[in-house]
């Protein structure tokens, strides 16, 4: 991004190059992706699965066509799995060439001190970087050219994990006791989903620039369908949108997310649906609704739906 642009220009240069990626960003999303490369802060999105957070890392580095590090989070993900290993099988032939070698290594030392000092230096090399398997964390931080940096539903790992993350996030290095400290070679764009499974840490929120994704207004939606699933006429792929705005106002352990919205709309064209037409909603429901009580409440539904969302659509 030039950083000659003025703020508002720039702002929508970050939606132009988003939707090139195929991403349809809000105002509010593409303000924060400007925000964040601008501050150098890690941008933590929350908000319902299925509304596009993680979608948004990939179309950043789509976009900026530099390398996405994923690392999934999950309870029990640990340092050893997110930042580095030690190559043990490495270590382990190192060390058995060295006890071949012991003679040659020692063999002019003159007194025991002078001995261990030697092998006080092999053991140096030991735990150096050559030794070292890079995890997610670790592997964003060389990229020469950059990186976006996806840490994924950070709220499904440990609070203990979250506290890990700080330095990163803060300084972009981590340390590694052996070694001491690595700085990015090139700071990476860091983005954090979080499903709200649990409540995260002031420490970490205050290092990020918070950004909420909800469900899409009409509008919207329908750009979003339009860029993903082109081949839905006009009228049906925005009569598709009221409908499922329609069933989000009904009291349902989950709401049809964005994308099951595209899924849906993907279904309507495979099987050349040209309207709302009852029968073939309660058909293909499944792929809007996920779960069983909530079918039981969409379908007697249906045709009470179907033309609500007809009232609610506009042409053009």
């Known amino acids: 991004m030039d950083s000659r642009l003025d703020p508002a220009t720039a702002i929508e240069a970050v939606e132009r190059g988003l939707a090139e990626a195929g991403y349809i960003a809000s105002r509010q999303i593409s303000t924060a992706v400007f925000l964040a490369q601008r501050l150098d802060k890690p941008i933590l999105v929350e908000g319902p699965a299925g509304v596009g957070k993680t979608e ?21 993900l640990d340092e050893a799995k997110a930042l580095y290993e030690w190559k043990y099988a490495k270590q382990l032939l190192y060390t058995q ?3 071949d070698k012991l003679g040659e290594v020692i063999g002019q030392a003159d007194t025991l001190t002078a001995a261990l000092t030697k092998l006080h230096d092999f053991g140096d090399i030991f735990f150096s970087k050559q030794f070292v398997e890079p995890r997610p964390l670790l592997q964003a931080l060389e990229q020469k ?8 539903e950070i709220d499904k790992a440990d609070a203990e994990f979250e506290a890990f993350l700080l330095e990163i996030l803060s300084d972009y290095q981590i340390t590694i006791p052996e070694i001491g400290r690595i700085a990015a070679v090139t700071r990476p764009v860091v983005i954090l989903t979080s499903n709200a499974n649990r409540d995260l840490g002031d420490a970490l929120k205050r290092r990020c620039i918070h950004l909420h994704i ?40 989950k709401l049809p997310s964005v994308s099951e919205t595209i899924d849906w709309a993907r279904v309507m064209l495979l099987l050349h649906a040209s309207s709302l037409d009852p029968d073939l909603i309660r058909d293909t429901l499944n792929v809007l609704i996920k779960y069983e009580v909530d079918m039981e409440t969409v379908m007697p539904q249906v045709s009470e739906l179907i033309d609500k969302a ?3 659509f506009i042409p053009g």
């Open 310 to 312: 007809e009232r609610a």
């Open 214 to 253: 909800g469900f899409p207004e009409p509008r919207l939606e329908a750009r979003i369908i339009e860029t993903r699933v082109p081949g839905v006429a006009a009228d049906l792929r925005k009569k598709i949108v009221s409908f499922v705005h329609e069933v989000r106002t009904l009291d349902l352990k």
């Open 56 to 76: 948004l890392a990939k179309s950043i580095a789509a976009w900026q066509n530099i390398n996405l590090i994923r690392m999934q989070c999950y309870e029990g």
């Open 97 to 99: 060439i060295l006890k």
């Open 145 to 152: 050219d950059g990186c976006v940096l996806l840490i994924d």
